[in-house]
């Protein structure tokens, strides 16, 4: 049996590297790294992390070092399960990031036990939380990102128009100056049709 570190990044910015020099501290003797660039939620697959589900399964993993027990999953039930999954087939979890998990990994049972399965509940509960915040917050930016950046009103492009032509501009010309932002932020010029049905709208209002 061996130890496993497992590493796990969703984003491009984050360097595993880091993660594996602090659970490094937690190993004692030989293990092997896995390292996986993914996402922990219910809906993403990890192939790295089924394959050592299987393992644990087989009886070859001893223990899984991770650097924050988010790394394996935001899901608070699912985090659990892992948990329940583990001890089934006598696989120890240990954190960087959660000491106290590894303090009660040498707790005598039942005490280690019932409090192991409290704080991963909390522990979850608060990782689940904390994702659900950051989606909120990038929602928001988004939303006001387009208010802010979004497609410039139809008036607006209509007295673009208008102030080419009275300049004596065409209408090919005024096409390649004239432009607005569409629902998806796609920068869109407008069609020689467009020009001409607001040409004929100003001259039938300067008639």
Request: charged share 35%; with cysteine; proline share 2%.
């Amino acid at each position: 049996m061996k130890t496993i570190i497992y590493l796990r990044t969703s984003t491009e910015d984050q360097n595993p590297q880091n993660q594996l020099s602090d659970c490094k501290t937690l190993v004692k003797g030989d293990y092997k790294v896995v390292e996986e660039k993914q996402s922990a939620f219910r809906d993403k697959k990890r192939p790295l992390f089924d394959s050592l589900r299987k393992e644990i399964q087989r009886g070859n993993v001893s223990e899984i070092v991770c650097w924050d027990l988010d790394r394996l999953y935001r899901n608070r039930k699912l985090l659990v399960q892992f948990f329940e999954f583990c001890k089934i087939y006598k696989c120890r979890v240990s954190s960087f990031r959660q000491q106290w998990l590894n303090q009660l990994n040498e707790m005598p049972e039942p005490f280690g036990e019932i409090m192991q399965s409290l704080m991963i509940q909390i522990m979850g509960w608060l990782a689940e939380d904390e994702s659900q915040k950051k989606s909120d917050r990038v929602k928001i930016a988004f939303k006001n990102s387009t208010k802010k950046w979004g497609r410039k009103p139809l008036e607006n492009v209509e007295e673009q128009v208008f102030d080419l032509y009275k300049k004596g501009k065409s209408m090919r010309e005024i096409t390649k100056k004239v432009y607005y932002w569409d629902k998806s932020r796609n920068k869109k010029f407008v069609s020689v049709g467009a020009v001409h049905k607001i040409i004929n709208k100003f001259n039938g209002k300067s008639s």
